[in-house]
């Protein structure tokens, strides 16, 4: 009988079986069979181990989830006495001994002197090259009896007299200032012509304002009002030279000026102010905030005229 070749398999024939099962010295024929495939034959099994690939992709995930996480609890905030995101918004700076007081521009970058000449976040504009902002002592201090307010000035203080003068005799009286705004461009709300170079200095209820920039600025004009606060520094206690103070009540005011001439009127920012004059058409006097014009009504403040109208 003729040998037949031995036959071979056509590609894409499977065997009825594998033909390498896997051997598993410790199975013992009680644990159930492999589930099959849906073709009917058998399901090819792993080692029992997770596949590393896996594990791998699973912990890359997980360390991404905390990473996120991580990043949103401590991304940096912004604070609420330090520096502002950019865009705008004011920056405060301490000045020695008193409150916050310097201003940041329109891009976040903090101007603690006045040296940007930029218009900050909060309309205020600085003047470039005043950044020093030392006040030296000048004199003896001035005793609060003889720090009397007047049209003219405080007491030996008088408008007109150089800025740095001024404020170190004020230095010497009151020690260092509560609040500094620096060289800045005036917009009329101190009393100053808009467009004037103007320093607010502030000595707990009494602000001092000066125009000109550094090398001729000139004492301009005071107001002391309660709405600054500091009403237990020593400068509330400044009086008028008739003897009016903040805090006194209307009928106060009109007792000491009873031979004056007293009008209220509604001030823009200030709300409603009496006006002092010796006649009723007379120069301005004095002025400031009061609470109404009823006789227990406070005078919350008593303001030099505006150095605009001088």
């Known amino acids: 009988m003729d040998e037949q070749p031995p036959r071979f398999p056509r590609v894409g024939d499977q065997p009825a079986e594998e033909p390498f099962p896997t051997f598993d010295p410790e199975y013992t024929g009680e644990r159930p069979l492999p589930l099959q495939r849906a073709t009917g034959g058998p399901t090819r099994q792993g080692s029992g181990s997770a596949n590393p690939w896996l594990i791998g992709l699973a912990i890359a995930v997980v360390l991404g989830a905390v990473s996120i996480i991580a990043f949103g609890l401590f991304a940096p905030e912004d604070s609420e006495t330090g520096t502002t995101a950019a865009g705008g918004g004011t920056t405060l700076t301490t000045v020695p001994g008193g409150d916050t007081t310097s201003t940041t521009d329109a891009t976040g970058t903090t101007d603690a002197t006045g040296t940007t000449g930029t218009t900050s976040g909060g309309g205020v504009t600085t003047v470039p090259g005043d950044d020093d902002l030392t006040i030296d002592p000048v004199g003896d201090p001035i ?91 020593p400068a509330t206690d400044i009086a008028t030279l008739s003897g009016l103070r903040v805090g006194d009540t209307v009928g106060d005011l009109e007792r000491i000026y009873g031979g004056f001439s007293i009008e209220y009127v509604v001030d823009t920012d200030a709300g409603l102010v009496f006006e002092l004059r010796e006649v009723r058409e007379g120069p301005l006097l004095l002025w400031g905030p009061v609470e109404s014009q009823n006789d227990d009504a406070l005078v919350t403040g008593i303001y030099s005229p505006n150095s605009c109208e001088g």
Not at 163 to 192: C, H, K, M, Q
Request: with cysteine; net charge negative; hydrophobic share 35%.
């Open 143 to 233: 005793p609060i009896a003889e720090l009397t307010m007047s049209s003219n000035g405080l007491g030996p203080l008088t408008f007109g007299d150089p800025a740095d003068e001024v404020l170190g005799r004020l230095v010497s009286t009151f020690e260092e200032p509560t609040e500094d705004t620096g060289f800045i461009v005036g917009e009329g709300s101190w009393g100053e012509c808009p467009g004037d170079t103007i320093r607010i200095v502030r000595w707990g209820p009494l602000a001092v304002v000066t125009v000109g920039e550094r090398q001729i600025a000139a004492f301009a004009s005071y107001r002391i009002d309660l709405k600054y606060g500091g009403i237990t520094h």
